[in-house]
């Protein structure tokens, strides 16, 4: 008779996802799904779900074939710049505009790594934000203000 082992880390993080997954699976089939070619507001994020059902079902598939490093120190200085960003764009992109808002967002990202240096941070931050301008507003059509009603403009 064969025991089973299993990676511990692979497992929790397997699970995490699915159940992530699951959580916004259900939450988005509250909205209109719509279909391929005419979207409703639920349709993006229930696809998003289902890619993190599969990513975790991969992941729990890993752990009882792979046996895994153990979790290693947090990485606190990622954590620190990396989650608030996205949240600072949430609050400022009505504020400030997309532009502004999308640039704050990528320097505050940027420094996730000890060895950013600020310069290659601003750089990095306008690239991004000219691409996302180009992809967005442009490539898209994308009604949003580029810059908002804090800047005066």
């Known amino acids: 008779m064969h025991s089973f082992t299993f990676d511990k880390t692979n497992l929790v993080c397997g699970l995490v996802f699915v159940a992530t997954g699951l959580f916004f699976a259900y939450q988005s089939i509250e909205l209109d799904l719509g279909t391929a070619f005419r979207m409703g507001p639920g349709y993006f994020p229930f696809i998003l779900a289902l890619a993190l059902m599969a990513f975790g079902a991969i992941i729990?598939?890993?752990s009882v074939r792979v046996e895994g490093e153990s979790i290693g120190p947090l990485a606190w200085r990622?954590?620190?710049f990396i989650l608030p960003a996205p949240v600072i764009f949430g609050l400022?992109?009505?504020g400030l505009g997309f532009v502004p808002s999308i640039f704050l967002c990528a320097l505050i990202a940027a420094f996730a790594?000890?060895?950013m240096k600020p310069l290659t941070a601003v750089i990095l931050s306008a690239l991004l934000?000219?691409?996302?301008?180009l992809v967005f507003s442009y490539g898209l059509g994308l009604p949003f203000r580029r810059f908002g009603p804090w800047l005066g403009m």
């Open 60 to 62: 729990l598939f890993q």
């Open 78 to 80: 990622g954590m620190l």
């Open 92 to 94: 400022t992109v009505r």
């Open 113 to 115: 790594s000890h060895k």
């Open 129 to 133: 934000t000219v691409f996302s301008v």
